[in-house]
Every structure is written in C-alpha cells, then in structure tokens.
C-alpha cells in the first residue's frame, strides 16, 4: 500500500514490553486529517493480547512499587530527556496525524516534557503521615497511627486524539511514580504519536512488561479493557458519551473521568472589550475549537454586545485557516464526520434565525470559523458541545439570565468571566456550576500544578498532577501499639 509514492508504515503494538505486531494479523489504518493520505497502519489486537499485557504490567508491578521513588523518578527523567531529544520527530508526527500545527504540537511536546519531570519532583514531595492515638477523645497514647500511600495496581490510561502526547504523559507518568504498572490505550487517531512516545519511554530501560501500548478495534477490545478484571483503576479523557458508558461498564473500579464541556464566557457590561476580544476568539478557535476547553458560546450583556460582535468580527476572520504545516489556527477537523456535525449545529441555527456574522464556508473538512450572533435557546448550537470552529452569541439581558443560561448546560468544565468589578467577577464565579471559573481569561487546562476538573456531565474526579498522583494511590493505614 502507498500514500504520496512512499510505502505506508506498520506500526507494532507495545505488549509485555515488547514490540510486535499482532496475533490478529489485521492492522488499522491512520489516515491524516489534512493530508487526506493513509499515513500509517496500527495493530487490532485480541483479547488474548490484551490479557497478556495486563498479566505482565501485573507482575513487573510488584517489583516496581518496591523501588524508591527517586529510583522510579529516575526512569521519569530520562523518559523526559528522551521526549526532548525526539521533540521534532514527535511534533511531526503529532501534526500530520491529529492536524495541529507544527508550532503547537512542538510546544506540546515541550510541555510534555516538563509535565513529566513537575511529576518526579511532586511525587518526591508528598510524605505520608502519622497520627497519635490520644488525638482523640478517650484515645491512648499507646497507639501510632502510620498513613501511607500505596499503589492500586494497574491503571488502564486511555487518552484523547487532540492532546496524543500531553494527555497520554498527565496519566501515564502520575500512574508510574505511584508506583502502578499502565495499560496505555490511545486514541486510534493519535496512536502514532502515542507510539513514538512511548518509544522515548521504552529506550530508559523501564521493567520490561510494566506498561504496555493497546491499539484495536473498540467492538473487539473496548468493553473487554474497561471490565477486565486485572484492571485496578481508569483514567480517561474523551466524550462525555463515552465516559458514561465506562462509568456502566466499570463497577467498583476507581475512575477518573476528564469528557466534554460547553464552556460560556461572561462577557459583562463594563468588561475590557479588547482583552475580552482576544481572549475569546483564542479560546473558541485555536486548534479548530477541537478542544474541551474551548470557549463554545458568549454570554453577552445586551448593552455591549454589538460593540462585542463588531470586534469580534475583524478579529476571527485574521485568524489563519488552512494547513497546519503553514502555523494554521483553524485546520481541517479530524475527520468528514466532525465536519458534518459542526456544519449540521451551523445549519441548524441559521434555518431558525442565527444572524450569520462570519464564516460558514467549507472544503471538505475545513470549515472557516463561525461566529453567529442573536442565538436562542432552541437552537441545538445553544447547548450541545460541536468541537468545531463555530461560536453562537447569545445576549442576555442581565447577568442573572446569563448564569441561569450557563448552569441550565448538562456541562459544567470551565467558564470565563469579564468584568473589571472583582465583587462581581467573583460573585458570578461562585453562582456558575463548573469546575474552573477563569476571571479575565480564556478557559484552558494548566497549568499542570493546578487542578483539573469537570462537574455534572463534565467528568469525575479531579486531575492536575498533585491529584492525578493521589487518584492513582490509596491511602494505608498500620496501627503501632506500642504496649
């Protein structure tokens, strides 16, 4: 098979700490989102496989929740040298398999890389702690109460196209310095990327069989991971469709769900309308609004929202649209299928009313970005999440409509606020139902230091490295009686 005269590559599945292709014989191909070309063929493993990887991370768990931390940090480390010496070869690959551009998968990387050592020195920070028995009231002083962190197990990572590197490494470097072995199941756009990652990872020597890389066919492999149990906890980032049939299928596992988000910026009367106007048009379309922290509509006070959609304007159709590899912001969708959906949510709302400011023009599965003003809550584009480049703008009569608005979403990830009244700003943060509320700003996950997280259909448990670590660890507890 060849692609642009060039024979097509076959990427093999990361097992047991080895790499070889599948029992199967069938692979998967990996078709670029901008290139329109076959760019490479992934495994479709079996469940023989799969329970092959799981019974190996097992094994090598034991011994690895006996090394020191420094001894796992040391491993970490140099997996985030490795990343940094291949950071080129990696972007490349990040940009024409999920289409960012080059200049922001590159940064990925970079951001990847320090994520993972953030992980090492965090991990080395957190101690545990012991607790006297006469704290409490009729208690002895004869009892020691010594509460550690322990390990669960194996963590099943299973990680997003649009993040392939950064969101696989916020799961899988937190799992290891926990001291658990990693089932890695990327998404299957974005598992070439997500091989050359753990490429980097497999050339530190890491105990053979503690992680292994998963690629296959959802109907085959998906429910078969998810209820498999040698599994001991679940990590994903993906559609909120998805992660509620996890949440089904995985009884009594720990999960931490991280899935999709409507995300509304606040834009009040005496907001600073040039910051607020960058921040927006940032926020709804870079990466092709493909994010789950894209700004996804604008709640906008009446009063300024012509002069808002007046600057809004100019300010989306600048923004370049195009090929990733010439640093385009809008780029082609991941797929025909994200394009049609984007454009049914656009049609949608035009066929009841949306005022057309800008955009609505396609090639294939590049849309120009879309900004549609006087949106009303019976338009689909109002409430439902299109990981596309549109943006509806709803006006609002009052800043209590435009909380009532932001809260009646099944969403509830991030949402942004404008004002320069800070009585104000943090009024509406505490009034809104979400995870993050940003002040001045757009919504964006990170730094990686802070918190991550996601209410109602949102997602479920809470990320950020100190908490990653903490989700991927319990605590135990061994009671010295010292008489």
Same mark, same amino acid.
């Given at each position: 098979?060849?692609?642009?005269?060039?024979?097509?590559?076959?990427?093999?599945?990361?097992?047991?700490?080895?790499?070889?292709?599948?029992?199967?014989?069938?692979?998967?191909?990996?078709?670029?989102?901008?290139? !329109?070309?076959?760019? #490479? %063929?992934?495994?479709?493993?079996?469940?023989?496989?799969?329970?092959?990887?799981? +019974?190996?991370?097992?094994?090598?768990?034991?011994?690895?929740?006996?090394?020191?931390?420094?001894? %796992?940090?040391?491993?970490?480390?140099?997996?985030?040298?490795?990343?940094?010496?291949?950071?080129?070869?990696? @972007?490349? @690959?990040?940009?024409?398999?999920?289409?960012?551009?080059?200049?922001?998968?590159?940064?990925?990387? *970079?951001?990847?890389?320090?994520?993972?050592?953030?992980?090492?020195?965090?991990?080395?920070?957190?101690?545990?702690?012991? &607790?006297?028995?006469?704290?409490?009231?009729?208690?002895?002083?004869?009892?020691?109460?010594?509460?550690?962190? &322990?390990?669960? #197990?194996?963590?099943?990572?299973?990680?997003?196209?649009?993040?392939?590197?950064?969101?696989? !490494?916020?799961?899988?470097?937190?799992?290891?310095?926990?001291?658990?072995?990693?089932?890695?199941?990327?998404?299957?756009?974005?598992?070439?990327? #997500?091989?050359?990652?753990?490429?980097?990872?497999?050339?530190?020597?890491?105990? $053979?069989?503690?992680?292994?890389?998963?690629?296959?066919?959802?109907?085959?492999?998906?429910?078969?991971?998810?209820?498999?149990?040698?599994?001991?906890?679940?990590?994903?980032?993906?559609?909120?469709?998805?992660?509620?049939?996890?949440?089904?299928?995985?009884?009594?596992?720990?999960?931490?769900?991280?899935?999709?988000?409507?995300?509304?910026?606040?834009?009040?009367?005496?907001?600073?309308?040039?910051?607020?106007?960058?921040?927006?048009?940032?926020?709804?379309?870079?990466?092709? #609004?493909?994010?789950?922290?894209?700004?996804?509509?604008?709640? &906008?006070?009446?009063?300024?929202?012509?002069?808002?959609?007046?600057?809004?304007?100019?300010?989306?159709?600048?923004?370049?649209?195009?090929?990733?590899?010439?640093?385009? *912001?809008?780029?082609?969708?991941?797929?025909?299928?994200? !394009?049609?959906?984007?454009?049914?949510?656009?049609?949608?709302?035009? +066929?009841?009313?949306?005022?057309?400011?800008?955009?609505?023009?396609?090639?294939?599965?590049?849309? @120009?970005? *879309?900004?549609?003003?006087?949106?009303?809550?019976?338009?689909?584009?109002?409430?439902?999440?299109?990981?596309?480049?549109?943006?509806?703008?709803?006006?609002?009569?009052?800043?209590?409509? !435009?909380?009532?608005?932001?809260?009646?979403?099944?969403?509830?990830?991030?949402?942004? &606020?404008? *004002?320069?009244?800070?009585?104000?700003?943090?009024?509406? $943060?505490?009034?809104?139902?979400?995870?993050?509320?940003?002040?001045?700003?757009?919504?964006?996950?990170?730094?990686?230091?802070?918190?991550?997280?996601?209410?109602?259909?949102?997602?479920?448990?809470?990320?950020?490295?100190?908490?990653?670590?903490?989700?991927?660890?319990?605590?135990?507890?061994?009671?010295?009686?010292?008489?």
């Amino acid at each position: 098979m060849k692609a642009n005269d060039q024979e097509v590559k076959v990427y093999p599945a990361y097992i047991a700490g080895e790499w070889r292709f599948s029992e199967s014989q069938e692979t998967i191909a990996i078709t670029s989102p901008w290139k !329109a070309d076959v760019i #490479g %063929r992934v495994q479709a493993l079996t469940q023989d496989e799969v329970d092959q990887s799981i +019974a190996a991370s097992k094994a090598a768990q034991r011994v690895w929740a006996d090394l020191s931390l420094g001894e %796992r940090g040391d491993y970490l480390n140099q997996w985030a040298s490795e990343l940094e010496k291949d950071r080129e070869a990696i @972007a490349t @690959a990040v940009m024409n398999e999920v289409g960012k551009n080059y200049n922001d998968a590159e940064k990925e990387v *970079t951001r990847t890389v320090d994520l993972i050592r953030y992980t090492v020195q965090e991990a080395l920070h957190m101690h545990g702690e012991s &607790v006297r028995g006469d704290g409490f009231p009729g208690g002895s002083k004869d009892k020691l109460g010594i509460i550690e962190r &322990v390990p669960l #197990g194996v963590v099943l990572a299973i990680a997003p196209f649009n993040y392939p590197v950064n969101l696989a !490494a916020s799961k899988i470097a937190p799992a290891l310095m926990a001291g658990n072995g990693v089932v890695f199941k990327p998404a299957t756009q974005g598992s070439i990327s #997500g091989i050359k990652m753990i490429e980097a990872l497999d050339r530190t020597g890491l105990p $053979a069989g503690l992680l292994s890389l998963i690629t296959g066919r959802g109907s085959v492999i998906g429910d078969y991971l998810t209820e498999h149990p040698g599994i001991n906890m679940i990590s994903f980032t993906g559609s909120t469709k998805t992660g509620k049939h996890l949440s089904q299928k995985s009884i009594m596992i720990p999960l931490v769900l991280e899935l999709g988000g409507k995300d509304p910026a606040i834009v009040c009367e005496d907001a600073d309308l040039d910051l607020t106007t960058q921040n927006i048009v940032s926020g709804a379309f870079s990466y092709s #609004g493909q994010r789950c922290t894209a700004v996804k509509r604008v709640l &906008v006070d009446d009063k300024v929202a012509d002069q808002l959609v007046a600057q809004l304007k100019p300010a989306v159709e600048a923004l370049a649209v195009g090929s990733p590899v010439d640093d385009s *912001t809008v780029v082609p969708l991941i797929d025909e299928k994200a !394009a049609d959906f984007v454009q049914g949510l656009i049609d949608d709302a035009l +066929a009841k009313g949306a005022t057309l400011i800008t955009g609505n023009q396609r090639q294939g599965n590049l849309l @120009a970005p *879309t900004l549609l003003d006087n949106v009303t809550e019976d338009m689909a584009v109002a409430w439902i999440e299109p990981f596309g480049p549109v943006l509806p703008i709803i006006r609002v009569q009052t800043t209590d409509a !435009a909380i009532a608005i932001a809260n009646k979403s099944n969403f509830g990830l991030q949402a942004s &606020v404008f *004002t320069q009244d800070i009585d104000k700003a943090l009024e509406i $943060a505490n009034a809104v139902e979400v995870g993050t509320v940003q002040v001045n700003g757009r919504p964006e996950r990170g730094p990686d230091n802070f918190p991550f997280l996601g209410v109602k259909s949102s997602g479920m448990g809470t990320q950020g490295v100190h908490n990653s670590i903490l989700s991927m660890s319990r605590e135990k507890l061994t009671v010295m009686n010292l008489r």
